[in-house]
């Protein structure tokens, strides 16, 4: 079983890497506006200067105003990525912080327990019954 330092060593560590995580988030959409704000100024003076060349059927108005999706549908989806890494290590660090606190048990964290069978015990009691006849 892991002993209390080892847990909030754990703690320690997730919490850097989530600090470090949510700051990524805020400089990757402080960047993505910045690109954003800057191909629209261009796409203005473009417009104004009358430099801008049609996309085949749409008028260059339009056209011009899609650029900006080049940087926002990516950043989107890097935001999202690391949410979920975020959304991760913030529910490994709840369970981490009920063993800390004595709410829950150690083995369940480090591979005590089989949820296919802890599934087949709770929900499908037949099945299990089914295998042993086998």
């Not at 892991?2 to 990757?28: C, N, W």
């Not at 473009?46 to 059927?57: A, E, F, I, K, N």
Request: charged share 20%; proline share 6%.
């Amino acid at each position: 079983m892991p002993t209390q330092e080892v847990i909030a060593q754990e703690m320690h560590s997730l919490r850097e890497e989530l600090r470090d995580l949510k700051g990524y988030q805020f400089k990757l959409v402080s960047i993505a506006a910045l690109i954003t704000g800057f191909l629209l100024s261009l796409t203005r003076v473009r417009l104004d200067v009358g430099l801008s060349v049609p996309l085949q059927s749409v008028p260059p108005s339009q056209s011009l105003y899609l650029l900006p999706l080049i940087v926002v549908l990516p950043s989107w989806c890097i935001f999202f990525d690391k949410t979920k890494t975020i959304t991760r290590i913030v529910g490994y660090c709840r369970l981490l912080e009920a063993t800390l606190n004595n709410q829950r048990e150690a083995n369940i964290l480090w591979g005590g327990r089989d949820p296919w069978a802890d599934l087949e015990r709770r929900v499908m009691p037949w099945l299990a019954i089914s295998r042993r006849e086998n």
